[in-house]
């Protein structure tokens, strides 16, 4: 089983920035596409940015041009930077990676615990 452990998470005040690390361990034969969700206070979990393997990311509308996902394939692991935070990107961030166990086999996926982003003065 893949586990992934994220941090970097914290308090921040309005318009201040933080960079959030995913890194995936366990039996992994190829890593494809990572993704960073979101679950804001009383709402549903949503989609934030994602990277394949090749580099290539897609952002929701509410985080482009303020947030910066990146990946070390080597490493298995994904970043977000994320500048100019809102009170409104209050959340637990959750990492996901979609990945082989051997050639050939079903893609998988797995998710982190969470990490609390709280944006308040």
């Known amino acids: 089983q893949v586990q992934l452990l994220e941090s970097g998470g914290g308090l921040v005040q309005p318009g201040g920035s933080l960079k959030l690390s995913c890194t995936a361990s366990g039996s992994i034969f190829n890593m494809g596409t990572m993704r960073w969700y979101r679950q804001p206070p009383g709402k549903e979990r949503e989609f934030v940015a994602q990277i394949s393997r090749g580099g290539a990311t897609k952002y929701a509308s509410s985080v482009e041009d303020r947030f910066t996902i990146s990946r070390h394939n080597a490493l298995n692991a994904i970043y977000l930077q994320m500048n100019s935070l809102k009170p409104e990107d209050t959340g637990v961030y959750y990492c996901?990676?979609?990945?082989?166990?051997?050639?050939?086999?079903?893609?998988?996926?797995?998710w982190g615990q969470g990490i609390q982003v709280t944006v308040s003065s």
């Open positions: 996901q990676a979609n990945y082989l166990t051997a050639w050939g086999t079903d893609p998988q996926v797995s």
